[in-house]
């Protein structure tokens, strides 16, 4: 079956470390993205990637970090820098179709709680 | 910055219903328009998919209407069922860049 997988679903850590969340994908999507979720707000861009070795800053990149050595592969990286990192993580992909599609596709998330 | 409003924020109905969600988007220049659905805990599940050069798509008992004149998009929700219960959310694609922007959802709850 062809999707996006996020691992792991939850994920837990002490405030000053580093901590890196998994999303790979296996629909052959050019384009990758991380989200952050919180209560009562809508999703903010952290960081998105259009093609292999090639990213750029979202809304709301300080404090994390990204790399996409791999299509299929999209690593975050939470830094000690971020001040607030709890929250729900969503890592989405995108194909371009017909020049005018862009239809986005979602994995399930991971949700950090640092204390 | 392209902003995009979903409104009510929440909305409870009896079953059977039929109910309209909005979405209001500040920049009419999009691609496209996509409305998700998100249970508690999950990731979106995509539902409609409109492209800038439509007015509306369906798939089953949903129908998407998009009008960028006024900057207005609409989900219709035909005969709803307890299982319809979920944040739905909206998002689009401006012509000048690659960054979606999603609306804050509205929860709905479809009462047996």
């Known amino acids: ?115 | 910055k392209q902003e995009v409003t979903q409104i009510p924020a929440a909305l409870s109905v009896p079953e059977g219903e039929n109910l309209v969600l909005n979405c209001s988007f500040t920049d009419s220049a999009i691609y496209n328009l996509q409305w998700f659905r998100q249970d508690p805990g999950k990731g979106l599940t995509s539902l409609l998919l409109i492209q800038s050069s439509q007015r509306e798509q369906t798939s089953g008992r949903l129908n998407a209407s998009l009008d960028k004149s006024s900057g207005r998009s609409t989900l219709y929700i035909a005969a709803s069922q307890p299982g319809d219960s979920a944040t739905y959310l909206c998002a689009c694609l401006p012509n000048t860049g690659n960054q979606f922007y999603f609306g804050t959802g509205t929860s709905l709850t479809v009462i047996p």
Not at chain 1, 45 to 57: A, G, P, R, T
């Open chain 1, 1 to 115: 079956d062809g999707g996006i997988t996020q691992s792991p679903k939850y994920l837990f850590r002490k405030e000053g470390q580093n901590v890196t969340l998994s999303c790979e994908q296996n629909l052959n999507h050019d384009a990758m993205y991380w989200y952050r979720q919180d209560p009562g707000q809508g999703l903010r861009l952290i960081y998105y990637s259009q093609i292999v070795n090639d990213f750029q800053k979202g809304d709301i990149a300080e404090g994390y970090s990204v790399s996409r050595e791999k299509k299929e592969s999209f690593p975050l990286t939470v830094t000690s820098a971020q001040k607030n990192p709890t929250a729900f993580y969503l890592c989405a992909s995108s194909i371009q179709m017909d020049m005018k599609r862009y239809e986005q596709y979602f994995g399930p998330g991971t949700r950090l709680t640092v204390t």
